[in-house]
Each structure stands twice: as structure tokens, then as C-alpha cells.
């Protein structure tokens, strides 16, 4: 696979050794993933995506110079469609809370394995929000909202969303589901617009506060 097929990946740490690893880890023929460019400043990140263009932005929680949710919300202010993947040592419900608030399209811990991280880049690029094993527990016990009347959605619909809060893609879900990808899509259109949303970030936000998705 040449560089050019690969998916392309910012990756922004103040970790020299974490970006080290990271760029060895994905440096080799064999991976879909290439760490094209690495830094701790989100205004060099800026600069170079505005010249050369990436996939999909890996973002550490705990920056020296721009926490790391406001460098979230700089980047989806200036590239609205571009994924970010954020990345955190130590995490907390708040915290992961105001990542989805502020549009990340997924949230792993530094102690994810390959597997996972390639999963959350590849779910990023698809347009489907993926949270680690170590996260997932932490969305679960987020306290659900009791202000609002959920929809009501068949139970097929709850399986799909329940999926795709788990950061499965269309395919993944139509293999587990045992129906084809053109019927998951279906059945996702139809659930945006009984709730009145547009995106797969509305869609989590959904299942976080009506309990919808299963650890």
C-alpha cells in the first residue's frame, strides 16, 4: 500500500516518546494508516492543514499551550468536516461529555491497542464515532437526562443506534445484524428524521441520554 492510498493522520501531543511510538507503530507498507505530521501546537496544525489537507486529526486532552477541548473546538470551527479522534492518559465523564459536546468524532485512551486505534480512524473517516473499551464504561455511567421524552424508536432502530454508538461501521453492523448495508442505511435515515437530527454526532448524543447504548 503507497502513501498515497493511506489515510492521512495529524497527530497532535506534547509526548515526544507517545509520538515516536505512534509514527513507527503505523511507518511500515503494510498499514492503512500514515502519521503524515506530528506536533503540539494547534496553530502549526492549522498552518499545515490549510496547505496539505488530512484524514483525520489524533488529539491529545492535556496540551502546554491549548488545552486539549479547546483545540477541538478551534478545529471544528475552522474545518467542520474534518475528524478528530481525541486521545487522553486519564479521562472523566465531564470530560468525554464536553468532547462530544464540542463535536469529536471519537475518544480512546493512550493505552488503546493497535487494533483499536486503527478502528477509531478508520470509524472517523466513515463518518461513525468510535470510543475505546477504556471509555466505553465511562459513557454508560454518564447520568441520562430525564427532561426530555425519548422518541420512540422500533427495536431494530435501538440495535442500530446502540451499534453505531459503539462505533461499528454500516458494514460491521449489517454482518452482526445479519441484514445487508443498504438496510442499515435505510434504517439510519429513518432514525435521523424521527429525531429530528442531521449527523452521527446528534445521533451519540441521543443514545448517551436515553441510555440507549449497552457496555
Same mark, same amino acid.
Given at each position: 500500500?503507497?502513501?498515497?492510498?493511506?489515510?492521512?493522520?495529524?497527530?497532535?501531543?506534547?509526548?515526544?516518546?507517545?509520538?515516536?511510538?505512534?509514527?513507527?507503530?503505523?511507518?511500515?507498507?503494510?498499514?492503512?494508516?500514515?502519521?503524515?505530521?506530528?506536533?503540539? #501546537? *494547534?496553530?502549526? %496544525?492549522?498552518?499545515? &492543514?490549510?496547505?496539505?489537507?488530512? !484524514? /483525520?486529526?489524533?488529539?491529545?486532552?492535556?496540551?502546554?499551550?491549548?488545552?486539549?477541548?479547546?483545540?477541538?473546538?478551534?478545529?471544528?470551527?475552522?474545518?467542520?468536516?474534518?475528524?478528530?479522534?481525541?486521545?487522553?492518559?486519564?479521562?472523566?465523564?465531564?470530560?468525554?461529555?464536553?468532547?462530544?459536546?464540542?463535536?469529536?468524532?471519537?475518544?480512546?485512551?493512550?493505552?488503546?491497542?493497535?487494533?483499536?486505534?486503527?478502528?477509531?480512524?478508520?470509524?472517523?473517516?466513515?463518518?461513525?464515532?468510535?470510543?475505546?473499551? #477504556? *471509555?466505553?464504561? %465511562?459513557?454508560?455511567? &454518564?447520568?441520562?437526562?430525564?427532561? !426530555? /421524552?425519548?422518541?420512540?424508536?422500533?427495536?431494530?432502530?435501538?440495535?442500530?443506534?446502540?451499534?453505531?454508538?459503539?462505533?461499528?461501521?454500516?458494514?460491521?453492523?449489517?454482518?452482526?445484524?445479519?441484514?445487508?448495508?443498504?438496510?442499515?442505511?435505510?434504517?439510519?435515515?429513518?432514525?435521523?428524521?424521527?429525531?429530528?437530527?442531521?449527523?452521527?454526532?446528534?445521533?451519540?448524543?441521543?443514545?448517551?441520554?436515553?441510555?440507549?447504548?449497552?457496555?
Amino acid at each position: 500500500m503507497n502513501n498515497t492510498s493511506k489515510i492521512k493522520v495529524a497527530l497532535v501531543d506534547d509526548h515526544t516518546l507517545f509520538c515516536r511510538a505512534m509514527k513507527a507503530l503505523f511507518d511500515n507498507t503494510e498499514s492503512e494508516i500514515t502519521i503524515c505530521f506530528h506536533t503540539d #501546537d *494547534i496553530d502549526e %496544525l492549522l498552518q499545515h &492543514i490549510s496547505q496539505e489537507p488530512v !484524514d /483525520v486529526v489524533l488529539l491529545d486532552i492535556i496540551m502546554p499551550k491549548t488545552p486539549g477541548l479547546d483545540a477541538l473546538r478551534i478545529i471544528k470551527r475552522r474545518h467542520p468536516n474534518l475528524p478528530v479522534v481525541m486521545l487522553s492518559s486519564s479521562s472523566s465523564q465531564e470530560i468525554i461529555q464536553e468532547a462530544i459536546q464540542y463535536d469529536a468524532d471519537g475518544f480512546l485512551s493512550k493505552q488503546a491497542d493497535v487494533d483499536e486505534i486503527v478502528a477509531a480512524v478508520i470509524s472517523a473517516t466513515e463518518g461513525v464515532h468510535y470510543y475505546g473499551k #477504556d *471509555i466505553a464504561h %465511562l459513557i454508560y455511567d &454518564i447520568k441520562v437526562s430525564k427532561a !426530555d /421524552v425519548p422518541v420512540q424508536l422500533s427495536k431494530r432502530e435501538q440495535e442500530v443506534v446502540e451499534l453505531c454508538s459503539q462505533g461499528l461501521t454500516c458494514h460491521e453492523i449489517a454482518e452482526r445484524l445479519f441484514i445487508s448495508p443498504r438496510t442499515i442505511e435505510t434504517h439510519k435515515n429513518a432514525i435521523f428524521r424521527k429525531l429530528g437530527i442531521h449527523n452521527s454526532v446528534e445521533l451519540v448524543r441521543y443514545a448517551i441520554n436515553h441510555g440507549i447504548i449497552i457496555i
